[in-house]
């Protein structure tokens, strides 16, 4: 990996501007007639060009090649495991299902052919649903670059850490942070030290955003200044390269003889960003009762119904439990929305057996679930002072989709075959005469 520290700018949504060199951006004008340094001005645009002010998202990019410089015949390429909604290749009984960890392999492999997909849920290319992977990867992509016009995609890395080196500026993330690449940006997977595995929500929908606050108001929550976007970083290199791109879920491969992250100089709203999810700040009961999860929402994708998210982004970090006479693991329930569930590090209170750190459940739309027969016992007898989870991040990709499962992860050794009976060790405690 290279040994550049890289930088950032703090802020969600803003319109940021950053040149790597003094003057290569334009004032007061986006395309003048001759650029500084003999660059080249090019627009990315993440909405449609009339979209509303506060939703429109465009980035102007002062290049060294524009993109068109960037690619030539494209051949199709094998795409592995990576599959893209609608992906209907098996069908599974409907059942909470729970997996172990993947196994990161021996040999060498890229984040680009390290993508195993695990359910996928809409449909791409009506640009609604979602993809949900897990990356594996032993070695950086080396003179390969890739950029994914089906979605954004959502890092959560779980083991070792990466540098996202992308068209906009270099990225550095960590278990415990998460990363978000919009939808066309090109970007190089560099391991920052030793093998590397997490999970990647592929947000075919609207872009995540930040939710509303509504009564909580305007604090807590993920606050807008803790989010980092890069500043301009660029490569002026010149030779035989490869350019990957993912198009209505087909992967396309152009020889190229340099590299496109060469933009020595941006300005806007759309560009990628990191956020360090341990600063989010829980809020909750203080009194009585277990509050919606959606208490705990990151970033949410947005859909034409109001309150009715494609994507919502929740964690479960560390916070203090205080509520009394009350349930305070999840309760039994039956949702609408599809929920896959990931543990980067410690314990879900949840589900405090089986469920591992790089390990995923899928609990889909009304499907009963809720927490095993040892959360439950523990959790009704248990004296209720103060407590504090510690140690703990799990998180959920939840969609208003079905997520469909594919066959490599149907198929798999790590899928917990006899996990949908958790719910038979339940014990009957009714007793009529008994309040």
Known sequence: MSGITPGYMSGFGNGFETEALPGALPIGR??????????????????????????????????????VAHIRDFERADGGLWRTAPCHEVDVPIAPMRWDAFPIPSEPISFL????????????????????????????????????????????????RLRLWTEFGIIDIEPGECAVIPRGVKLRVELAEGPARGYLCENYGGAFTLPERGPIGANCLANPRDFLTPVAAYEDIDQPSRMVVKWGGTFWSSQIDHSPLDVVAWHGNYAPYKYDLRRYSPVGPILFDHADPSIFTVLTSPSETPGTANIDFVIFPERWLVAENTFRP?????????????????????KPQGFVPGGISLHNMMLPHGPDHEAFESA????????????????????????????YAAGAPELQRSYAAYGRQLKKHFNPDKR
């Not at 003048?32 to 009339?50: D, R, V």
């Not at 649903?129 to 089906?150: I, K, L, Q």
């Not at 991040?393 to 997520?403: D, H, K, V, Y």
């Open 380 to 407: 009704s007898n248990a004296t209720l002072g103060p407590r504090k989870l510690e140690g703990t991040l799990a998180f959920m990709f939840e969609t208003r989709f079905p997520q469909r499962v594919t066959a």
């Open 30 to 67: 986006n395309s003048p007639q001759k650029c500084a340094y003999g660059l080249y001005a090019e627009q990315l645009s993440g909405s449609p060009f009339t979209a509303p002010r506060a939703t429109n998202e465009r980035t102007w990019l002062y290049r060294i090649r524009p993109t």
């Open 330 to 350: 999840p309760w039994y329930h039956m949702n609408v929305m599809s929920e896959f569930m990931g543990l980067v590090f410690g314990q879900y209170d949840a």
């Open 113 to 160: 052919d390290g993508v195993r997909t695990i359910t996928t849920a809409g449909d791409a290319g009506s640009h609604a649903g979602m993809g949900a992977h897990v990356y594996v990867a032993t070695r950086s992509m080396r003179d390969e670059y890739f950029y994914n016009a089906d979605g954004e995609m959502l890092f959560v890395p779980e083991t070792g």
